[in-house]
Protein backbone atom coordinates (compact mmCIF):
# COMPACT_ATOMS: atom_id res chain seq x y z
CA UNK A 1 0.00 0.00 0.00
CA UNK A 2 1.67 3.57 -0.93
CA UNK A 3 0.00 5.89 1.21
CA UNK A 4 2.90 9.14 1.50
CA UNK A 5 2.08 10.10 4.76
CA UNK A 6 4.60 11.68 6.89
CA UNK A 7 6.60 10.54 9.87
CA UNK A 8 10.12 8.48 9.26
CA UNK A 9 9.87 5.70 6.61
CA UNK A 10 12.07 3.64 9.43
CA UNK A 11 9.54 4.32 11.89
CA UNK A 12 6.63 3.41 9.60
CA UNK A 13 8.58 0.11 8.27
CA UNK A 14 8.64 -1.04 11.51
CA UNK A 15 5.26 -0.62 12.97
CA UNK A 16 4.13 -1.93 9.46
CA UNK A 17 6.32 -5.38 10.14
CA UNK A 18 5.25 -4.73 14.17
CA UNK A 19 1.61 -5.18 12.90
CA UNK A 20 2.16 -8.03 10.34
CA UNK A 21 3.91 -9.99 12.98
CA UNK A 22 0.95 -9.93 15.46
CA UNK A 23 -1.22 -10.42 12.17
CA UNK A 24 0.77 -13.08 11.11
CA UNK A 25 0.85 -15.28 14.88
CA UNK A 26 -3.65 -15.21 14.17
CA UNK A 27 -3.03 -16.78 10.60
CA UNK A 28 -4.49 -20.01 9.56
CA UNK A 29 -1.08 -22.18 8.68
CA UNK A 30 -0.53 -22.91 5.14
CA UNK A 31 -1.27 -26.63 3.46
CA UNK A 32 -3.87 -28.57 2.71
CA UNK A 33 -7.34 -29.18 4.64
CA UNK A 34 -9.95 -32.37 5.19
CA UNK A 35 -13.45 -31.75 5.74
CA UNK A 36 -14.31 -33.41 9.14
CA UNK A 37 -17.00 -36.16 9.02
CA UNK A 38 -19.41 -35.12 11.36
CA UNK A 39 -18.11 -31.89 12.22
CA UNK A 40 -21.00 -30.19 10.80
CA UNK A 41 -23.67 -31.58 14.29
CA UNK A 42 -20.60 -29.83 16.78
CA UNK A 43 -22.24 -26.56 16.34
CA UNK A 44 -23.54 -25.17 19.69
CA UNK A 45 -27.12 -24.86 20.38
CA UNK A 46 -28.83 -21.68 21.28
CA UNK A 47 -28.87 -20.97 24.81
CA UNK A 48 -32.12 -21.37 26.70
CA UNK A 49 -34.57 -18.45 26.20
CA UNK A 50 -37.74 -17.77 28.78
CA UNK A 51 -40.77 -18.38 26.93
CA UNK A 52 -39.26 -20.40 24.65
CA UNK A 53 -38.56 -24.16 23.03
CA UNK A 54 -35.46 -25.01 20.53
CA UNK A 55 -35.57 -27.93 18.32
CA UNK A 56 -32.20 -27.73 16.48
CA UNK A 57 -31.32 -29.11 12.98
CA UNK A 58 -27.56 -29.31 11.88
CA UNK A 59 -26.83 -28.87 8.29
CA UNK A 60 -23.31 -28.59 6.43
CA UNK A 61 -22.21 -24.84 5.57
CA UNK A 62 -20.93 -26.15 2.31
CA UNK A 63 -23.38 -27.15 -0.26
CA UNK A 64 -23.89 -30.74 -0.71
CA UNK A 65 -23.80 -30.29 -4.22
CA UNK A 66 -20.31 -28.54 -4.11
CA UNK A 67 -19.27 -32.09 -3.44
CA UNK A 68 -16.12 -30.55 -1.15
CA UNK A 69 -14.15 -32.46 0.79
CA UNK A 70 -10.67 -30.60 0.83
CA UNK A 71 -9.60 -27.10 1.31
CA UNK A 72 -6.43 -24.88 0.41
CA UNK A 73 -4.71 -22.25 2.56
CA UNK A 74 -1.71 -20.16 1.66
CA UNK A 75 -0.48 -17.81 4.23
CA UNK A 76 1.21 -14.61 3.30
CA UNK A 77 2.78 -13.84 6.85
CA UNK A 78 4.28 -9.87 5.43
CA UNK A 79 0.42 -9.14 3.74
CA UNK A 80 -0.90 -10.87 7.34
CA UNK A 81 -3.22 -12.52 4.81
CA UNK A 82 -4.66 -16.00 4.39
CA UNK A 83 -6.78 -16.87 1.13
CA UNK A 84 -8.77 -20.26 1.24
CA UNK A 85 -10.01 -22.38 -2.07
CA UNK A 86 -12.56 -25.33 -1.51
CA UNK A 87 -11.75 -28.11 -3.95
CA UNK A 88 -14.64 -28.94 -6.32
CA UNK A 89 -15.12 -30.71 -9.30
CA UNK A 90 -18.41 -29.39 -9.66
CA UNK A 91 -17.65 -25.48 -9.19
CA UNK A 92 -20.98 -24.37 -10.52
CA UNK A 93 -22.48 -25.73 -7.59
CA UNK A 94 -21.26 -22.41 -5.47
CA UNK A 95 -23.97 -19.87 -5.57
CA UNK A 96 -26.52 -17.66 -3.31
CA UNK A 97 -28.66 -18.91 -1.05
CA UNK A 98 -31.15 -17.75 1.00
CA UNK A 99 -29.23 -17.16 4.13
CA UNK A 100 -25.87 -18.71 2.70
CA UNK A 101 -23.75 -16.57 -0.31
CA UNK A 102 -21.30 -19.37 -0.53
CA UNK A 103 -18.33 -18.92 -2.25
CA UNK A 104 -15.54 -20.68 -3.39
CA UNK A 105 -12.49 -18.77 -2.22
CA UNK A 106 -12.16 -16.46 0.41
CA UNK A 107 -9.36 -13.86 1.76
CA UNK A 108 -9.34 -12.90 5.21
CA UNK A 109 -8.83 -10.51 7.26
CA UNK A 110 -9.75 -7.63 6.20
CA UNK A 111 -9.84 -8.33 2.29
CA UNK A 112 -11.36 -5.86 0.29
CA UNK A 113 -9.84 -6.32 -2.98
CA UNK A 114 -12.39 -8.28 -4.38
CA UNK A 115 -11.17 -8.21 -8.55
CA UNK A 116 -12.54 -10.51 -11.54
CA UNK A 117 -8.66 -11.27 -11.74
CA UNK A 118 -8.51 -12.20 -7.87
CA UNK A 119 -12.18 -13.20 -7.18
CA UNK A 120 -12.01 -13.93 -3.54
CA UNK A 121 -14.45 -13.57 -1.05
CA UNK A 122 -14.42 -11.37 2.20
CA UNK A 123 -15.93 -13.06 5.43
CA UNK A 124 -18.76 -11.82 7.70
CA UNK A 125 -19.21 -8.82 5.90
CA UNK A 126 -23.63 -9.43 6.20
CA UNK A 127 -26.02 -12.04 7.52
CA UNK A 128 -25.85 -13.86 4.38
CA UNK A 129 -21.96 -14.48 4.29
CA UNK A 130 -19.64 -17.13 5.61
CA UNK A 131 -17.52 -16.68 8.62
CA UNK A 132 -14.39 -18.11 8.80
CA UNK A 133 -12.59 -19.09 12.69
CA UNK A 134 -9.78 -20.60 13.61
CA UNK A 135 -9.58 -23.30 15.66
CA UNK A 136 -6.48 -25.25 17.34
CA UNK A 137 -6.21 -27.83 14.51
CA UNK A 138 -7.86 -25.94 11.65
CA UNK A 139 -11.06 -24.10 10.79
CA UNK A 140 -14.31 -23.78 10.72
CA UNK A 141 -16.69 -22.33 8.08
CA UNK A 142 -20.42 -21.09 9.48
CA UNK A 143 -23.68 -18.68 8.84
CA UNK A 144 -25.95 -17.23 10.95
CA UNK A 145 -28.82 -19.71 12.21
CA UNK A 146 -32.04 -19.45 10.87
CA UNK A 147 -34.66 -19.95 13.60
CA UNK A 148 -38.40 -20.38 12.27
CA UNK A 149 -40.97 -20.24 14.78
CA UNK A 150 -42.97 -23.94 14.27
CA UNK A 151 -45.70 -23.24 16.63
CA UNK A 152 -46.74 -23.03 20.05
CA UNK A 153 -47.86 -24.50 23.69
CA UNK A 154 -50.39 -23.23 25.74
CA UNK A 155 -49.46 -23.96 29.42
CA UNK A 156 -52.43 -23.48 31.75
CA UNK A 157 -52.54 -21.51 34.86
CA UNK A 158 -52.55 -24.24 38.36
CA UNK A 159 -54.06 -21.49 40.66
CA UNK A 160 -55.62 -17.39 41.00
CA UNK A 161 -54.07 -14.55 40.94
CA UNK A 162 -53.18 -12.68 44.16
CA UNK A 163 -54.95 -9.50 44.55
CA UNK A 164 -51.34 -8.06 43.87
CA UNK A 165 -50.69 -9.99 40.97
CA UNK A 166 -53.99 -9.22 39.39
CA UNK A 167 -52.87 -5.37 39.80
CA UNK A 168 -49.86 -5.96 38.30
CA UNK A 169 -51.25 -8.24 35.17
CA UNK A 170 -53.99 -4.85 34.83
CA UNK A 171 -51.48 -2.35 35.12
CA UNK A 172 -47.71 -3.30 33.77
CA UNK A 173 -49.03 -6.83 31.89
CA UNK A 174 -46.71 -8.49 33.62
CA UNK A 175 -48.68 -11.46 34.76
CA UNK A 176 -47.65 -14.55 36.77
CA UNK A 177 -47.78 -17.82 34.65
CA UNK A 178 -48.90 -20.00 37.75
CA UNK A 179 -51.87 -17.57 38.08
CA UNK A 180 -52.79 -16.58 34.33
CA UNK A 181 -50.93 -19.69 32.05
CA UNK A 182 -48.15 -19.13 29.62
CA UNK A 183 -47.03 -19.73 25.64
CA UNK A 184 -44.10 -21.58 24.81
CA UNK A 185 -43.27 -20.41 21.10
CA UNK A 186 -41.67 -23.40 19.70
CA UNK A 187 -38.64 -22.78 17.42
CA UNK A 188 -36.59 -24.70 14.70
CA UNK A 189 -33.29 -23.54 14.82
CA UNK A 190 -30.83 -24.89 11.87
CA UNK A 191 -27.04 -24.69 12.34
CA UNK A 192 -25.36 -24.12 9.63
CA UNK A 193 -21.41 -25.22 9.66
CA UNK A 194 -18.64 -27.47 8.89
CA UNK A 195 -14.95 -27.95 10.04
CA UNK A 196 -11.85 -29.05 8.50
CA UNK A 197 -8.30 -29.67 10.00
CA UNK A 198 -4.71 -29.72 8.83
CA UNK A 199 -4.30 -32.79 6.98
CA UNK A 200 -0.89 -31.93 5.47
CA UNK A 201 1.49 -28.61 5.87
CA UNK A 202 2.98 -26.84 2.27
CA UNK A 203 4.33 -23.99 1.75
CA UNK A 204 1.91 -21.80 -0.33
CA UNK A 205 2.42 -18.22 -0.04
CA UNK A 206 -0.61 -17.37 -2.14
CA UNK A 207 -3.44 -19.00 -4.25
CA UNK A 208 -3.79 -18.24 -7.64
CA UNK A 209 -6.96 -17.70 -9.95
CA UNK A 210 -6.11 -18.92 -13.52
CA UNK A 211 -8.95 -17.01 -16.03
CA UNK A 212 -8.13 -18.51 -19.02
CA UNK A 213 -6.38 -22.05 -20.10
CA UNK A 214 -2.63 -21.80 -20.17
CA UNK A 215 -0.01 -24.79 -19.95
CA UNK A 216 1.58 -26.03 -17.37
CA UNK A 217 5.15 -26.28 -17.68
CA UNK A 218 7.40 -29.05 -16.11
CA UNK A 219 10.08 -26.27 -14.33
CA UNK A 220 11.43 -22.53 -14.82
CA UNK A 221 11.36 -20.98 -18.24
CA UNK A 222 10.75 -24.85 -19.91
CA UNK A 223 9.11 -25.48 -23.34
CA UNK A 224 7.81 -28.68 -22.14
CA UNK A 225 4.42 -28.45 -21.07
CA UNK A 226 2.65 -31.28 -18.98
CA UNK A 227 -0.27 -30.67 -18.97
CA UNK A 228 -2.88 -27.62 -18.86
CA UNK A 229 -4.75 -25.25 -16.24
CA UNK A 230 -8.08 -24.81 -17.17
CA UNK A 231 -9.80 -21.42 -17.30
CA UNK A 232 -11.37 -20.83 -13.75
CA UNK A 233 -8.95 -22.62 -11.83
CA UNK A 234 -7.14 -22.00 -9.09
CA UNK A 235 -3.33 -23.21 -8.17
CA UNK A 236 -0.83 -22.83 -4.83
CA UNK A 237 1.46 -20.67 -5.36
CA UNK A 238 4.98 -21.70 -4.05
CA UNK A 239 7.21 -19.44 -5.59
CA UNK A 240 7.13 -16.60 -8.26
CA UNK A 241 9.36 -13.75 -9.87
CA UNK A 242 9.09 -11.89 -12.50
CA UNK A 243 8.97 -14.67 -15.73
CA UNK A 244 6.74 -17.26 -13.92
CA UNK A 245 5.35 -19.41 -10.70
CA UNK A 246 6.19 -22.24 -9.14
CA UNK A 247 2.66 -24.13 -8.45
CA UNK A 248 0.87 -27.05 -7.07
CA UNK A 249 -2.24 -27.66 -8.87
CA UNK A 250 -4.55 -29.74 -5.92
CA UNK A 251 -7.75 -32.31 -7.72
CA UNK A 252 -11.00 -32.45 -5.44
CA UNK A 253 -9.26 -35.68 -4.52
CA UNK A 254 -6.87 -33.76 -2.63
CA UNK A 255 -3.79 -35.05 -4.98
CA UNK A 256 -1.00 -32.31 -6.08
CA UNK A 257 1.00 -32.25 -8.97
CA UNK A 258 3.91 -29.51 -9.01
CA UNK A 259 4.42 -27.50 -12.35
CA UNK A 260 5.16 -23.73 -13.37
CA UNK A 261 3.06 -21.57 -15.07
CA UNK A 262 4.57 -18.76 -17.43
CA UNK A 263 3.66 -14.95 -16.46
CA UNK A 264 3.52 -14.39 -20.24
CA UNK A 265 0.92 -17.11 -20.70
CA UNK A 266 -1.18 -15.78 -17.65
CA UNK A 267 -1.23 -12.17 -17.85
CA UNK A 268 -0.81 -11.06 -21.59
CA UNK A 269 0.59 -7.33 -21.60
CA UNK A 270 0.60 -4.60 -24.16
CA UNK A 271 4.46 -3.47 -24.84
CA UNK A 272 5.17 -0.52 -25.05
CA UNK A 273 8.88 0.47 -26.09
CA UNK A 274 10.59 3.50 -24.52
CA UNK A 275 12.73 6.57 -25.21
CA UNK A 276 14.69 6.22 -22.43
CA UNK A 277 18.30 3.78 -22.75
CA UNK A 278 21.17 2.75 -20.96
CA UNK A 279 24.43 1.33 -22.40
CA UNK A 280 23.75 -2.59 -23.64
CA UNK A 281 20.07 -1.99 -22.35
CA UNK A 282 16.66 -0.75 -23.64
CA UNK A 283 13.08 -1.33 -21.98
CA UNK A 284 9.49 -1.56 -22.65
CA UNK A 285 6.82 -1.26 -20.22
CA UNK A 286 3.72 -3.54 -20.36
CA UNK A 287 0.16 -2.11 -19.27
CA UNK A 288 -3.32 -3.59 -19.65
CA UNK A 289 -6.20 -1.55 -20.28
CA UNK A 290 -7.91 0.69 -18.11
CA UNK A 291 -11.87 -0.25 -17.38
CA UNK A 292 -12.33 3.12 -15.72
CA UNK A 293 -11.36 5.74 -18.47
CA UNK A 294 -11.59 5.04 -22.47
CA UNK A 295 -7.94 4.69 -24.04
CA UNK A 296 -6.14 4.83 -21.05
CA UNK A 297 -3.71 2.23 -19.78
CA UNK A 298 -2.45 0.65 -16.39
CA UNK A 299 1.16 0.34 -16.38
CA UNK A 300 2.00 -3.22 -14.75
CA UNK A 301 5.68 -4.08 -15.75
CA UNK A 302 8.63 -3.22 -17.03
CA UNK A 303 11.33 -5.64 -19.14
CA UNK A 304 14.73 -5.15 -19.97
CA UNK A 305 16.15 -5.89 -23.33
CA UNK A 306 19.60 -6.38 -24.45
CA UNK A 307 20.00 -3.83 -26.73
CA UNK A 308 21.24 -5.56 -29.27
CA UNK A 309 19.87 -8.87 -29.75
CA UNK A 310 16.79 -7.58 -27.95
CA UNK A 311 16.28 -10.61 -25.84
CA UNK A 312 15.02 -10.46 -22.48
CA UNK A 313 17.85 -9.74 -19.61
CA UNK A 314 15.18 -9.19 -16.36
CA UNK A 315 11.29 -8.54 -15.88
CA UNK A 316 9.86 -7.27 -13.20
CA UNK A 317 5.80 -6.89 -12.92
CA UNK A 318 3.38 -6.32 -9.63
CA UNK A 319 3.91 -2.90 -10.37
CA UNK A 320 0.84 -0.48 -9.28
CA UNK A 321 -0.30 2.76 -10.64
CA UNK A 322 -2.88 4.61 -12.10
CA UNK A 323 -4.37 5.09 -15.37
CA UNK A 324 -2.39 6.98 -17.76
CA UNK A 325 -2.05 7.46 -21.61
CA UNK A 326 0.25 5.11 -23.44
CA UNK A 327 3.47 6.81 -24.09
CA UNK A 328 7.33 6.07 -24.83
CA UNK A 329 8.19 8.41 -22.41
CA UNK A 330 6.33 6.86 -19.11
CA UNK A 331 9.93 5.81 -18.13
CA UNK A 332 12.71 8.09 -16.76
CA UNK A 333 16.19 7.65 -15.71
CA UNK A 334 17.21 9.35 -12.65
CA UNK A 335 20.16 8.61 -9.43
CA UNK A 336 17.97 8.31 -6.66
CA UNK A 337 19.82 7.01 -3.69
CA UNK A 338 23.02 8.70 -5.23
CA UNK A 339 24.96 5.80 -5.58
CA UNK A 340 26.50 6.54 -9.20
CA UNK A 341 23.77 4.21 -10.62
CA UNK A 342 21.24 4.70 -12.95
CA UNK A 343 18.08 3.94 -11.78
CA UNK A 344 14.08 4.07 -12.71
CA UNK A 345 11.00 6.09 -12.50
CA UNK A 346 7.65 5.06 -13.72
CA UNK A 347 4.02 6.55 -12.58
CA UNK A 348 2.58 5.33 -9.21
CA UNK A 349 -0.78 6.08 -7.23
CA UNK A 350 -2.50 9.03 -6.68
CA UNK A 351 -3.65 7.45 -3.25
CA UNK A 352 -7.16 9.33 -4.13
CA UNK A 353 -6.21 12.84 -4.20
CA UNK A 354 -3.84 14.31 -7.17
CA UNK A 355 -1.18 16.11 -5.18
CA UNK A 356 -0.14 13.52 -3.61
CA UNK A 357 0.81 10.98 -6.37
CA UNK A 358 3.85 8.72 -5.84
CA UNK A 359 6.37 6.99 -7.97
CA UNK A 360 7.51 3.60 -8.22
CA UNK A 361 11.10 3.67 -7.92
CA UNK A 362 13.44 0.61 -9.13
CA UNK A 363 16.50 1.18 -8.11
CA UNK A 364 19.61 -0.58 -10.00
CA UNK A 365 21.34 -3.10 -7.73
CA UNK A 366 25.08 -3.65 -8.30
CA UNK A 367 25.56 -6.77 -6.81
CA UNK A 368 23.23 -8.39 -8.40
CA UNK A 369 23.68 -6.32 -11.59
CA UNK A 370 19.42 -6.27 -11.51
CA UNK A 371 16.91 -3.71 -11.21
CA UNK A 372 14.71 -3.47 -8.28
CA UNK A 373 11.61 -1.98 -7.27
CA UNK A 374 12.43 0.24 -3.97
CA UNK A 375 9.17 -0.08 -1.48
CA UNK A 376 10.37 3.15 1.16
CA UNK A 377 10.95 5.32 -2.30
CA UNK A 378 7.65 4.23 -4.03
CA UNK A 379 5.92 5.03 -1.35
CA UNK A 380 7.14 8.97 -1.17
CA UNK A 381 4.30 11.35 -2.43
CA UNK A 382 5.65 13.91 -4.81
CA UNK A 383 9.45 12.83 -4.82
CA UNK A 384 11.74 15.19 -5.61
CA UNK A 385 15.75 14.57 -6.22
CA UNK A 386 18.27 17.43 -5.42
CA UNK A 387 21.35 15.78 -6.52
CA UNK A 388 23.27 19.20 -5.17
CA UNK A 389 22.41 18.23 -1.25
CA UNK A 390 22.02 14.37 -2.04
CA UNK A 391 17.99 14.82 -0.30
CA UNK A 392 15.14 13.54 -1.23
CA UNK A 393 12.14 15.55 -0.82
CA UNK A 394 8.35 14.36 0.09
CA UNK A 395 5.26 16.59 0.20
CA UNK A 396 2.01 15.76 1.25
CA UNK A 397 -1.91 17.94 1.28
CA UNK A 398 -4.67 16.50 3.52
CA UNK A 399 -7.34 18.62 2.76
CA UNK A 400 -7.79 22.05 2.53
CA UNK A 401 -5.92 22.73 5.47
CA UNK A 402 -2.78 20.78 5.76
CA UNK A 403 0.22 20.07 4.09
CA UNK A 404 3.64 18.85 5.16
CA UNK A 405 7.12 19.07 3.88
CA UNK A 406 9.88 15.97 4.61
CA UNK A 407 13.81 15.74 3.96
CA UNK A 408 15.36 12.22 3.77
CA UNK A 409 19.18 11.36 3.35
CA UNK A 410 20.67 8.03 3.32
CA UNK A 411 22.65 7.66 6.16
CA UNK A 412 24.80 4.21 6.18
CA UNK A 413 22.61 2.81 3.15
CA UNK A 414 19.57 3.57 5.21
CA UNK A 415 17.02 6.17 3.80
CA UNK A 416 16.45 8.18 6.84
CA UNK A 417 13.84 11.10 8.00
CA UNK A 418 16.13 14.18 8.74
CA UNK A 419 13.65 17.36 8.80
CA UNK A 420 9.65 17.61 8.48
CA UNK A 421 7.80 19.93 8.38
CA UNK A 422 3.92 19.84 9.27
CA UNK A 423 1.13 22.94 9.18
CA UNK A 424 -2.42 22.99 10.24
CA UNK A 425 -5.34 24.54 10.69
CA UNK A 426 -6.45 24.47 14.52
CA UNK A 427 -9.80 22.51 15.37
CA UNK A 428 -11.66 26.37 15.78
CA UNK A 429 -10.46 27.67 12.87
CA UNK A 430 -8.43 30.48 14.61
CA UNK A 431 -5.08 29.25 14.46
CA UNK A 432 -2.18 27.99 12.18
CA UNK A 433 0.09 25.77 13.98
CA UNK A 434 3.39 24.44 12.71
CA UNK A 435 5.47 21.52 13.70
CA UNK A 436 9.20 21.09 12.75
CA UNK A 437 11.34 18.11 13.02
CA UNK A 438 15.09 17.78 12.77
CA UNK A 439 17.52 14.81 13.13
CA UNK A 440 19.42 15.75 16.04
CA UNK A 441 21.83 13.06 17.39
CA UNK A 442 20.13 10.24 15.90
CA UNK A 443 16.79 11.56 17.24
CA UNK A 444 13.88 13.68 15.64
CA UNK A 445 13.11 16.70 17.60
CA UNK A 446 10.29 18.29 17.15
CA UNK A 447 9.04 22.08 17.94
CA UNK A 448 5.80 23.65 17.60
CA UNK A 449 4.95 27.12 16.73
CA UNK A 450 1.13 28.52 16.84
CA UNK A 451 0.49 31.82 15.28
CA UNK A 452 -3.29 33.64 14.14
CA UNK A 453 -4.80 32.14 11.19
CA UNK A 454 -4.78 34.89 8.52
Known amino acids: MKSGKGAAIAAAVMALLAVNHVAAADLLP ?22 ESHQDRYEHAIPDAARVRYAMVARDPVAGLNTLVFLSDAAGAYGDTPGRRTCQAYAFPNWNDYATARPFCRIAIGADDARVAATTDGFTISYENVKRHVGATRVPAVRAPTAEEAGICAIADVCAREAYGSTINQYEVTHYRDRFVLLEPHAYRDLLFVARPVPMLSSARSPTAIGEIGAGSFVAVIDRDGEGYAIERLAADGARTGGWLDRDALEPLQWIDQSVTLPGMRFRVGVLPSEDEEGAVLPAALEVLDATTGARRQVLRDIDADATQASPDLLQVVDTNFDGAPDLQLPGLSGGAGPNATSNIILFDRAQQRFVLDPELSALSQLEIDPASRSILSFQRGGCCAHSAETYRYIDGHLVLVEQTTTSLSADGRHEETSTGRLINGKMVYRTHRARAR
Open 30 to 51: PGLYRLVDGGHREAAPLPPVDG
